[in-house]
């Protein structure tokens, strides 16, 4: 099923950029102004310069990542390794006190339409976008980010493959402006090679994180593809590949904020809200940090509700009523945030997926404790507060070709761009 193959990377010069951890970034959606600015001062050579920089060449961010990339190949803070590699990446962080490795291999994957179930997506995509990032790609012709796939592997065969690198010296060793720390190997034995790739080759791969690039990696090998050459570099993208058994492997929930601008009732708001869950009042915690203990102790169906109109109380909603639709799976509506959108924000407050897409009334923040702080402080008018999503759900959402609201997933901590670039130039 999975064509999964070493390739000859392009990675930074240590002897020209000297630190690795001043020319990473987070992936290009996550990169605010603010973040932009400070990744330019970290380093001239900074990926971000590349996959989200200001315009600064004929005000156009595609010939500017151009220029940027022809520059850096130029002067030999990018080189090409001379042999085929994969690579071996371990992030270790800590999270709510407990600290985790999770460990990843990266290589090129070939791509394939989701119709031959072999790459398997959760979540819809939208426009924008992946225009943006397919003008990138043809202007490059690089892979400069990296696609997060999940695949299953009970037994652990792969890590504990890669495992033994372990002991090695790192090609790099980093840690973030997050505290996570990135680990880079390089996967140069023949046999090794082959074993992995021997032992993907039956498997699924599914997208935890990267829709819109995979996409859009699809829509360009589309358009490069050559009857005579089926296998060229442009069939492949950059895909870092994740055990979806692993342990260091986690997701975050993403909380929703309602901001100002929605207009509603709040007696009429909790009317309908009782119609289809039971509601029990908690006390604000005095520490708002504390409101992760009130988010693990959720039972099943269950979300928290703070609006400003009742500042002293938490709500908690659980789901009394079944929700049945005969043309989703079960996977999908039992999920707390599918639950959330259906029957919350679009059937009691009105907000549509167009108004989700355009984030016209929605505001999306990781900070359970930061999201109640905007309620406090007047940003914003409620928040609803959700558990994780498991992994577990992810997968079979995607086997039951359903995709989840947006912003389902976070998984954590995010795979970085720069760690290695891939060509797939036909030379």
């Known amino acids: 099923m999975v064509k999964f193959k070493p390739f000859k990377g392009v990675l930074y010069n240590k002897e020209i950029v000297k630190d690795y951890a001043n020319v990473v970034s987070q992936p290009y959606d996550k990169i605010s102004p603010v973040m932009q600015d400070e990744y330019y001062k970290k380093s001239e050579y900074n990926i971000a310069r590349i996959v989200k920089n200001k315009s600064e060449f004929d005000n156009n961010p595609y010939t500017t990542a151009k220029k940027y990339l022809d520059k850096w190949l130029g002067e030999g803070a990018l080189k090409q390794l ?3 590699s994969f690579f071996y990446l371990e992030q270790t962080y ?24 072999v790459i398997m997506p959760h ?3 939208l426009k924008g976008p992946k225009v943006d990032r397919l003008e990138l790609l043809r202007a490059t012709k690089f892979n400069v980010g990296q696609i997060f796939m999940l695949y299953r592997d009970p037994k652990n065969v792969v890590n504990n493959e890669l495992s033994q690198l372990s002991k090695d010296t790192p090609f790099f060793s980093i840690t973030d402006d997050e505290g996570v720390q990135h680990r880079l190997f390089l996967v140069k034995d023949a046999s090794m090679q082959k074993s992995i790739a021997s032992f993907l080759s039956d498997k699924k791969l599914y997208i935890a994180d990267g829709h819109h690039r995979y996409e859009t990696a699809l829509a360009y090998s589309k358009e490069k593809y050559d009857p005579k050459n089926p296998d060229a570099l442009t069939a492949y993208c950059m895909m870092t590949l994740v055990n979806a058994y692993d342990e260091g492997l986690k997701i975050l929930p993403t909380h929703r904020l309602v901001n100002n601008d929605l207009k509603y009732n709040y007696e009429t708001v909790m009317k309908e809200l009782s119609k289809n869950f039971s509601i029990k009042e908690l006390t604000v915690p005095e520490n708002l940090e504390d409101i992760h203990q009130y988010i693990e102790n959720l039972p099943k169906h269950s979300i928290l509700f703070y609006a400003k109109e009742k500042k002293t109380k938490i709500l908690q909603l659980t789901l009394t009523n079944d929700v049945y639709d005969k043309n989703l799976s079960k996977s999908l509506t039992d999920l707390d945030v599918y639950l959330l959108h259906q029957l919350i924000l679009d059937t009691i407050l009105g907000i549509t997926k167009e108004d989700l897409a355009k984030k016209t009334y929605i505001t999306y923040k990781r900070s359970p404790e930061g999201s109640l702080r905007e309620i406090q402080d007047g940003s914003h ?16 959402i995607a086997d039951d070709k359903q995709t989840m609201p ?3 997933t976070d998984f954590y901590p995010k795979i970085l761009s720069g760690y290695v670039l891939a060509d797939i130039s036909s030379h």
């Open 94 to 117: 800590t999270i709510f006190g407990n600290t985790h490795t999770r460990k990843a291999i990266i290589g090129l994957g070939k791509l394939h339409d989701y119709e031959d179930q």
């Open 406 to 408: 947006q912003k389902s």
């Open 123 to 125: 979540e819809q995509t």
């Open 82 to 84: 001379d042999s085929d």
């Open 381 to 396: 008018s409620m928040c609803f507060l959700l558990k994780s999503t498991g992994v577990d759900s992810v997968l079979s």
